[in-house]
């Protein structure tokens, strides 16, 4: 298995513009998170999925993002419009109920400038 | 809420043993994880204990006290590529809260 891919590895975008993040998680794991990694605020859980179904987005910060999974295969995170406080390493992490232990990966480093 | 507790960073010598310590608040708890991630790269997940006791994989243990609200992860032998970050992590059902992580140096 190829394991948890994410597109792009790097986005350097203008404040304002529209951000698309990308996420293909392992075939047959039926949990997909997206986390937000910052220096100051450490690992933050944005959105989960389970089975295609967005179960808690309370982390989501504004309005401005967004997420959603519509098939078993793909998932993306939509910032719109982004602000530089977003620049950070997003993160997806996808994980199979009965087995612990979450396959995060190589995550997105987003620049709003 | 939940609430993990960390060093920040921890430093120590080539082959010896470190031990980074983790204590939790939290309800619903049903296990303590730990992650490494390297600099530029993703966290990738080392250990788990739902059980209170010693787990041991390699070079690497973790510990779990329940009562105590309390692990630890115990790296020996240490490597200069054991020099990453260490995360614990919160089970309790889904999904897992992390702990702000201690940077770990190995110095020769």
């Known amino acids: 298995d190829a394991g948890v891919i994410q597109s792009p590895r790097h986005e350097v975008t203008e404040m304002g513009q529209e951000v698309t993040l990308r996420c293909k998680p392992i075939?047959?794991?039926?949990?997909l998170f997206w986390y937000r990694q910052t220096m100051m605020r450490g690992l933050e859980l944005l959105i989960y999925f389970n089975n295609n179904v967005p179960i808690d987005d309370s982390g989501m910060p504004e309005d401005r993002f967004s997420a959603k999974m519509p098939n078993a295969s793909f998932s993306n995170l939509k910032i719109q419009p982004s602000e530089p406080r977003d620049s950070a390493v997003y993160f997806c992490?996808?994980?199979?109920?009965?087995?612990?232990?979450?396959?995060f990966g190589s995550g997105t480093r987003l620049t709003v400038v | 809420g939940q609430s993990l507790e960390q060093p920040s960073e921890v430093t120590a010598v080539e082959g010896a043993i470190v031990q980074i310590n983790c204590t939790y608040q939290t309800s619903g708890f049903y296990g303590l994880s730990w992650y490494q991630q390297h600099d530029g790269g993703a966290p990738t997940f080392l250990s788990y204990n739902a059980l209170d006791g010693l787990e041991e994989t390699g070079r690497f243990s973790s510990f779990l006290s329940r009562s105590d609200s309390y692990g630890y992860l115990l790296l020996q032998e240490l490597q200069m590529k054991d020099s990453a970050s260490y995360f614990c992590?919160?089970?309790?059902?889904?999904?897992?809260?992390f702990g702000k992580g201690t940077r770990l140096s190995v110095i020769a």
């Open positions: 992590a919160v089970e309790r059902n889904t999904p897992l809260v």
């Open positions: 075939s047959g794991h039926d949990y």
């Open positions: 992490a996808s994980s199979l109920r009965d087995l612990y232990g979450y396959t």
